[in-house]
């Protein structure tokens, strides 16, 4: 999985004018599978050049200018790097759960093929019918 950062900043770029002028809302919305906080907070003060320092790391990817308004610092407007495939969509799928679920057991399910997913449920189904009768 890609770090927050460099994932924010890849939507920002994404999402960019020619001037690498973006909205936070904009890059908040390009990026459900994280919280929203977390991105915020990386915009507005982690990846910030001209924010406060409240950070311990800090990225120079952006500059701010004005209520929401970003621009990219030029030397990041253009990132030539490959699109991260190593996240898939089980990890968009797990980490949007609410917490109290236990992802172990919905993490193994998703390892399984469809296949074996329905022989499970089969397994489960007829032990089941065997505790009812």
């Given amino acids: 999985m890609a770090a927050v950062h460099t994932e924010v900043l890849d939507a920002a770029v994404r999402l960019a004018d020619r001037s690498g002028q973006f909205r936070l809302r904009d890059v908040v919305r390009a990026l459900p599978e994280l919280n929203e906080g977390t991105v915020r907070t990386h915009v507005a003060s982690r ?11 800090r990225h120079p ?48 399910s998703l390892k399984l093929t469809p296949t074996e ?3 499970a449920m089969r397994r489960a189904a007829a032990s089941l019918e065997r505790m009812r009768g």
């Fill in 117 to 119: 997913r329905l022989e």
């Fill in 47 to 57: 990846c910030c050049v001209n924010a406060p320092s409240h950070h311990q790391s």
């Fill in 61 to 108: 990817y952006f500059r701010a200018l004005g209520r929401g308004i970003y621009a990219i610092e030029p030397s990041f407007r253009k990132r030539s790097r490959p699109p991260d495939r190593t996240r898939g969509w089980q990890d968009a799928l797990i980490a949007r759960i609410e917490s109290g679920v236990d992802r172990t057991l919905i993490e193994e």
